[in-house]
Each structure stands twice: as C-alpha cells, then as structure tokens.
C-alpha cells in the first residue's frame, strides 16, 4: 500500500481536518474515530425548532423532518461507506440519512436526497465548526452549484457538553435566504465506538 492510499484509507474527520484533529476534546473526537472495522454508536436528547413562515413549514414537511418538540429521543449510527461515512440520525420515529465524503480542497461533503453540502471543517474555541462553503443539485457525478440567493444555509458546531465531557453538545441551524429559518436541531449526545461485526 502507498502512502497516498495509506492516507485515503483513514478515517474522514482526522484526515480532513489533518493537525487541527488534536485541538478536538475526546467527547468530539469519538464521535469521528470510525475507520473500516468500527462504527460510531451515539443516543441522546434533543430540542427541535421549526421556523414560523408558512413556507418553511412546508419545506420541513417536504423534507419529512421530525415535528418540533424541546426533548426528542435521538440515535445516531455511523457506518463505513467507502472512503466516506453514512449518517443516520432517528429524531423519535424520523430518520434522516446523509452520506459524506471528502471533497475538493479538503473540503468534507454532506449529502441528502439530491442536495449536497460542502463545508470547512474548522477547530473553533474547542469545538468543531461546519463553515458552509457551497451547495449543489447531485444527479451522480454530476453536480450543479446552487446560487447563494437559492441554496439552504447550513450552520452547525460541536463541542463538549460543560456538565458531562463525555457527552457531545451539537447545534444544526438551517435556513432558507428570503424565508429564515426552515428548523434547527439541539441537544447532547454520548457516542461509542464499536466494532461493526
């Protein structure tokens, strides 16, 4: 194996975010440790908001989003997915399923549906920080970049939980220019490593 298939090899989040990875507490960190023969297992408590436009209620339900609630049972599994990672997140009876991958420029690239998310990985005062770089339409390699006026805007971050470092504090934020808000996600979530047999 050579050194470039050596590094592809690696797990995504170390890989992406190179010597920046150490800066992350282990609560986040164990969150990304996934590489071919494990997966990441994680349960927690979040609050869902959606946002009051009547068109933004349409959009969530379009999108099958979990109905707003302030304490919705959330499981996470992360699972090998080539050189990526497939996301699925249960909010109650809900899931939501994204795959990522690395993009150009190290970017990492999220996936949902047919839209997909670029994002800058940043270490940011502890924590991680998605900083959205583009959007696109994704009919299979082909990808169409949204204008900004007509792409989603995604903010989220990770961190710590101040009261329990073993637990990971996440925040998702998503809206819509002209509409606002479409819904945002919050909550703890306490994540394991285990082997994916």
Request: positive net charge; proline residues 6%.
């Amino acid at each position: 194996m050579n050194a470039h298939q050596a590094v592809r090899g690696s797990p995504l989040y170390p890989r992406l975010l190179g010597a920046s990875w150490s800066g992350l507490p282990a609560a986040v960190r164990r969150c990304h440790l996934r590489d071919t023969a494990t997966r990441v297992r994680g349960s927690g408590t979040f609050q869902i908001r959606h946002g009051n436009a009547f068109l933004a209620g349409f959009i969530v339900r379009m999108l099958r989003m979990p109905p707003a609630a302030k304490a919705v049972p959330v499981q996470l599994l992360i699972t090998p997915d080539g050189d990526g990672e497939k996301w699925l997140r249960t909010f109650g009876n809900c899931r939501l399923v994204t795959t990522q991958r690395e993009h150009r420029n190290g970017h990492l690239a999220e996936r949902t549906g047919m839209i997909e998310f670029w994002f800058c990985l940043e270490v940011v005062s502890g924590g991680l920080r998605y900083r959205q770089t583009g959007a696109a339409l994704r009919l299979g390699r082909w990808a169409v970049a949204l204008l900004p006026w007509m792409s989603p805007q995604v903010e989220a971050q990770e961190k710590a939980n101040d009261k329990d470092p073993n637990q990971t504090q996440v925040h998702v934020r998503v809206t819509l220019p002209l509409i606002g808000l479409l819904f945002s996600y919050e909550g703890c979530i306490r994540a394991q490593v285990v082997p994916t047999s």
